[in-house]
């Protein structure tokens, strides 16, 4: 064999090396990560540690719980601002009162974020409530006036001064 043959022998044995060393150490993990990720999927026990949960899922991680009362018109609302905060919380609804009550249920451990969340909460409600009195386009109309107005008293002032 000549000096070139073995010399390109030894490259190839240098990639292949190369690339099982590639599979081995990036490929092979990840291919185990996807699997246990799969096989947790498929049986359903997915730790599920934020968001809304059923009160059953709640209680199985053994925390102590704490409860809130919720008005029944701004559920969605909340569920959003505590989703976005990452809170586990579980919803239940009272049927026996008119109009039926609502009280969330979320972990003790979480209640930094549970008031973050509902300082938010409160925050959107309030800001509602604001733009709830005048609609978008009255005050629009409102500002076109008070525009108007000023231009008109300027244009006078303009006329008096000029005369």
């Known amino acids: 064999m000549s000096a070139v043959q073995e010399y390109m022998i030894e490259q190839e044995i240098k990639g292949m090396k190369h690339l099982a060393e590639i599979a081995i150490n990036k490929v092979l993990p990840t291919m185990f990560d996807v699997c246990k990720g799969m096989a947790a999927w498929l049986s359903g026990n997915g730790n599920k540690q934020e968001g809304e949960q059923t009160l059953q899922e709640l209680l199985k991680y053994g925390d102590k719980l704490s409860e809130i009362p919720l008005n029944s018109d701004s559920i969605k609302d909340f569920t959003h601002t505590a989703r976005k905060n990452g809170v586990a919380f579980a919803l239940a609804e009272d049927d026996s009162?008119?109009?039926?009550?609502?009280t969330v249920y979320f972990r003790?451990?979480?209640?930094?974020?549970?008031?973050?969340?509902?300082?938010?909460?409160?925050?959107?409600?309030?800001?509602?409530?604001?733009?709830?009195?005048?609609?978008?386009?009255?005050?629009?109309?409102?500002?076109?006036?008070?525009?108007?107005?000023?231009?008109?008293?300027?244009?006078?002032?303009?006329?008096?001064?000029?005369?």
């Open 97 to 102: 009162k008119t109009p039926p009550r609502h």
């Open 108 to 163: 003790a451990k979480d209640t930094e974020s549970m008031t973050a969340a509902f300082k938010e909460y409160t925050a959107n409600e309030i800001n509602k409530a604001k733009t709830k009195e005048q609609p978008f386009k009255q005050r629009l109309n409102n500002a076109k006036e008070t525009v108007k107005d000023v231009n008109e008293d300027r244009a006078t002032r303009r006329g008096v001064e000029e005369r």
